[in-house]
């Protein structure tokens, strides 16, 4: 599997985009930012995108991007997959026809650009050949992290924004997992913060990857506050874990 960072920040400035990881070229995980970084033939590659949750850091791209097919006229449709709570919230709030067109109804209700699709933490989802599988996670919203895996049996995991969990650390013990992608978005001194809100810091992380059983050979640090990147750096380098790095946009990880 091929992932193509096409942002990994838990903020937005330049230099620094919102959550989206592109496997393939055809599942993106999360949604933070999608015509930034796609040429058009690229954006019309995506089939699927696996949504952790409905914040707006990670379901940004998908408005402008589904707009994008609207305007090339395109006959394509993205099925949008993520757990039902977090389905109901985007319909309900975002493409309600007043933020933002329903585009389940356009351009007609047979074959829409945008369709849903529920997924549940005791059923894979089998999507062109890979299995998916969610586990609920730890936010101050209705959130899932997940664990694709390839024909080979191959695995990548993605938690998405969490604080503290234990489920998703047995889930992913359960598969060959090559590269783990988890969050840490502040740093140690706002521990309570990180708390209160749902999300790791760089010495919380560490409680987080001892849940797991087998390490990952690749562990990947997603969502940092680009304000706080550099303390966030040096805390992490501090833990001493091996193969743990913090994720830049643009990059390309062979998994
Ligand atoms: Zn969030
Ligand atoms: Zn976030």
Redesign the pocket.
Known sequence: MKIRVLGAS?SEMPGYN??AFLVDDKILMDA?NIGFSLSDSEQWRIKYILLT?A?L??IKGIPFFLDNIIIKNKNHTVTLISGREVLVDIKKNVFNDRIWPDFTKIPNIKEPILRFKAINRSHPLNIDGYKVFAEKMNHAVPAYGYIIEGKDRKAIAYT??TGPTELFWRKVSLHDVRCLIV?T?FPNSMSELAAKSGHLTASLLRNEILKMIKMPPMILVS?AKPQYISIIKKEIKALRIRNIEILRDGQIITV
């Open positions: 838990g919102l959550p933070g949750h914040h850091d990670h998405g924004d969050e978005s969502h």
